[in-house]
């Protein structure tokens, strides 16, 4: 029994920022003991231009593998219509597509406006046909929607806007993304709010980073705000909260401990979570991790939730 | 204006348990930093036998520069009547007692059980008169009260208890602290709540440790169910987080930064909190000092509340 829904998305936004490169066999093997924890979705990729990002070039090879693991949710991340179509031929589950609600943050990440981006996410719904005929579940993510290290303030309105045009193009979920960390509680519970009453089940869930250590607290105001999925990054991969201009993911471990304390049931093990954590820093051990319960380890008598 | 009260309790929380040793001067200069910086409560120094604790034995002579900085609540723990008397003798405006609601950490800690600590309590009420009298405020604080790593979980009911009998033993206050960083945010709102019915205003804030990464989030918590003061540490001194059984406090740094970016007011300079921030490294040089804000810097045209 899941009471929450926790998408580790550190084989994609974690590695992506990371320093050093994860070996494809190495992914593979995380990848498995990931799912071994209990993690039954993962992003284990992104579809971009592998010049670009050579950290996943390897994608389609890694969803492969990840396809093969029984009762696993495969995710890839698509910047546009190429990038959809390789995730197609790859057979990924679900694709997410990032669309920055930052003007400034969309132009310098994908070349495009958040209209243009828009339009790319229609034109791949249309590719894929109805949901019905099998092919993947398809997300549009709107990334700095909490602010951007660009612009600054992201009007609330512009986020509003953005999932209602992405839910006008079709798409089967509309998460929201803090990319760059600026995110506060009071803030999360707002927008969340204003959002669900714009587009009701079709938001989606919480991505957030912990670049000023809020991680936790935004996942917090948002359960409470009633949403039940998260992104998070084992070991807060992919950026190091000890330098300027850290943008590390919420760290899963630490996601979890907090929610099955609260008698959240998440459907890990935290043992095998540890383990699929030694996997990681078997495969990366250049790259540091964080995470404070894994060195803590876990209270006297503590019990997962049910 | 201040819509919440920070007390800082590095000098005394952190340094105590930081594995070096601060020099007086440093130490002044530290503390005079962050009255500057707005920090009008700190917990400066613990009048426990100096044998015990060697980082504290200057505490007399810290109290007294403490006292010179205009406008500042200088607070200091006393562990029974002997430390009290010291407390006394050096004028602190404010003296904490701990009061373990666990047995086995009450007995650990300051040898007693939780009932004599109580009576120390009481002797220090009858020492120093009626408030009006002019003698400084006292707090008991219930310390393990989410939990224990000797005796695992402690009863709420346990803690609810504690408190009445403080207020019965004439204490000003009764803060709850997570000394062992068990809590959980449920938790935390579950417990203010109780012991809120239990001793009403009495009830007076809340201590967290950031031993696995909940620091905030349980701030939060508290914060939701009407608690307006907190305790915290600068660079989350005291505790290592990449060290097993780390047990820092939640770091001053990003607490103030969470409550200003919600628009709640903390009276706190963050700019003049990095100079204080400065001073604390200056003054120990060989100690890791945490905190995410400080180091990913304020998010771009951020401004504080009010």
């Known amino acids: 029994m899941r009471q929450i829904q926790i998408c580790e998305v550190g084989p994609r936004d974690g590695l992506q920022n990371a320093k050093h490169l994860m070996p494809t066999e190495a992914k593979k093997r995380w990848i498995s003991a990931l799912a071994a924890a209990g993690l039954d ?39 546009n219509v190429k990038g959809f179509e390789r995730a197609l031929e790859a057979g990924a589950h679900k694709v997410t597509f990032p669309v920055s609600a930052s003007r400034k943050h969309s132009e310098s990440n994908v070349r495009m406006t958040p209209e243009q981006m828009v339009e790319q996410v229609r034109q791949c719904v249309a590719l894929r046909g109805p949901r019905s005929s099998g092919g993947p579940e398809i997300e549009g993510a709107i990334s700095t929607a909490f602010g951007c290290t660009l612009q600054g303030a992201v009007p609330e309105d512009e986020v509003v806007r953005l999932a209602v045009m992405l839910v006008e193009a079709g798409v089967d979920g509309v998460p929201l993304a803090d990319t760059v960390g600026y995110a506060n509680p009071a803030q999360v ?33 948002a359960y409470e705000e009633g949403v039940r999925a998260f992104d998070s990054s084992m070991g807060g991969l992919g950026g190091c ?66």
């Open 41 to 79: 979705e993962i992003e284990v990729g992104s579809f971009v231009p592998p010049k670009l990002i050579p950290a996943m070039a390897d994608t389609a090879e890694v969803v492969k593998h990840a396809l093969s693991i029984p009762g696993l949710k495969v995710v890839a991340l698509a910047p």
């Open 189 to 221: 519970r707002r927008l969340f709010r204003k959002v669900r009453d714009a587009i009701g089940d079709k938001l989606e869930g919480a991505h957030f980073h912990n670049t000023r250590g809020l991680g936790l607290a935004n996942a917090l105001a």
């Open 241 to 306: 909260p000890f330098a300027p201009g850290a943008s590390g993911n919420v760290i899963t471990e630490d996601l979890i401990f907090m929610f099955e304390s609260m008698g959240i049931a998440t459907g890990i093990d935290f043992n095998k979570l540890l383990a699929a954590r030694a996997a990681l820093v078997e495969g990366l051990p250049e790259e540091p991790v964080y995470g404070h319960t894994p060195l803590a380890g876990l209270p006297k008598n503590f019990r997962q939730a049910a």
